[in-house]
């Protein structure tokens, strides 16, 4: 089964800084998500990658693949406080296995 | 966008009783649908995978006969927690996708059982 392995677990930032987080694989991704969520609540789609070496960006979160598909970051430029949470990265596994395993998560708060 | 209700938001129950909780897609056919468990600061755990019309694949590790599920309909997928227990208390997330979309989350359900 493929393992996502994120880092760090938890992140405490200072209004207004960069940050990023990063998910790796322990097989190729064929499609990696990004999600945010406030514990006990939903999970909030971020963005959808799937090429190697692509990069999407949403407002001040932009996401990357890297060329070998085994590792994604979520970058945050500019953190304010509704950028806290936990954000997830899930993985399918390939082929017609359409279903998402996560990693365990990080936990970011962002002091004003 | 796509959508996908899940109820209740949350349920307290006795040690013992059955508790159901419902998945709906709401603008889209849910060709598979997806139930997940998550314990407090932990991260998703995939409980099953859910077909219409078929029989649900369970993940290893999680029993079938204490968390029933059913996938009767294009746009509903139900969990059933068999005589649930206090270790059975848990927050659970169905999630479900369809041809043309990826995978939508319900807001979840928090199981409480005393």
């Known amino acids: 089964s493929q393992e996502l392995e994120q880092s760090p677990q938890s992140l405490i930032v200072q209004e207004g800084k960069n940050l990023t987080i990063n998910c790796t694989s322990s097989?190729?991704?064929?499609?990696l998500y990004w999600y945010k969520q406030k514990y006990g609540e939903g999970l909030i789609f971020l963005m959808m990658?799937?090429?190697?070496?692509e990069e999407k960006s949403h407002e001040k979160i932009t996401a990357k693949l890297d060329e070998k598909k085994q590792q994604s970051s979520l970058h945050i430029t500019a953190s304010q406080p509704s950028h806290a949470g936990i954000y997830l990265c899930?993985?399918?596994?390939?082929?017609?296995?359409?279903?998402?395993?996560f990693g365990k998560g990080t936990l970011l708060t962002v002091n004003p | 966008g796509a959508v996908v209700s899940q109820h209740p938001s949350w349920v307290i129950c006795k040690s013992g009783t059955s508790v159901k909780i419902e998945c709906r897609s709401l603008?889209?056919?849910?060709?598979?649908m997806f139930w997940y468990r998550q314990f407090p600061k932990q991260s998703l755990m995939l409980m099953a995978t859910?077909?219409?019309?078929?029989?649900?694949?369970?993940e290893q590790g999680v029993e079938k006969d204490k968390f029933l599920i059913n996938h009767a309909s294009l746009t509903l997928s139900t969990l059933t927690v068999t005589s649930a227990h206090p270790e059975d208390s848990s927050f659970y997330i169905c999630?479900?996708?369809?041809?043309?979309?990826?995978?939508?989350f319900g807001s979840g359900t928090r199981l409480t059982v005393v």
């Open positions: 999630s479900a996708r369809g041809p043309s979309t990826g995978y939508t």
């Open positions: 097989k190729t991704l064929y499609g």
């Open positions: 990658l799937q090429k190697g070496g």
């Open positions: 899930g993985a399918e596994g390939g082929g017609s296995n359409y279903k998402l395993t």
């Open positions: 603008d889209f056919q849910a060709t598979t």
């Open positions: 859910s077909n219409e019309g078929s029989k649900a694949t369970y």
